[in-house]
């Protein structure tokens, strides 16, 4: 009876097992009469597959955002106070009125207020936008960080 039973055990897992496979693997496969697939990716890509992408919490009705890893540029970081409050908005207002088109993100994050700037998917769009902060003169003290960002589906 221990037998039949681990057999049956067995013979369902192997049953889920193949039924769960991913398109990836489903192309690859070698079938007689028919050409050969090989994709070359990176495991992260296999990995996303299957998972349902949710929407931002923060998006407004209507608004298709997605959050994800990316870069900001950080312009300001100040202390637990009202004067860094104030220095932090006065900071996403001088961002924003050399920069209209780039997003500005004013928060506080324990134990400081923060001025982060931007949605970059790559270091080098951060790199680039960090290079025109830097050359209009107002800001000096810029650096890029890694942090969710906020990507328009539209």
């Known amino acids: 009876m221990k ?11 192997s049953a889920t097992a193949t039924a769960q ?9 070698d079938r007689p009469g028919q050409g050969t697939v090989n994709i070359h990716q990176d495991k992260r890509i296999t990995a996303l597959i299957g ?11 209507g608004q298709n955002i997605l959050k ?13 106070s009202r004067v860094a409050r104030n220095e ?13 088109n780039m997003p500005v993100y004013t928060y506080f994050q324990p134990p400081r207020w923060l001025c982060r700037v931007g949605d970059f998917k790559s270091m080098e769009e951060a790199y680039d936008a960090m290079l025109k902060l830097k050359g209009c003169g107002k800001f000096k003290e810029v650096a890029i960080v890694r942090e969710n960002i906020n990507i328009s589906l539209e």
């Open 88 to 100: 932090a908005n006065a900071m996403a207002e001088e961002v924003k009125k050399a920069f209209p």
């Open 68 to 80: 994800t890893r990316g870069f900001r540029i950080q312009v300001y970081a100040g202390n637990n």
């Open 3 to 13: 037998y039949l039973l681990s057999l049956i055990f067995i013979l369902c897992l």
């Open 51 to 61: 998972k349902c992408l949710q929407p931002s919490p923060t998006a407004a009705p």
């Open 21 to 29: 496979t991913t398109i990836f693997e489903e192309l690859q496969t």
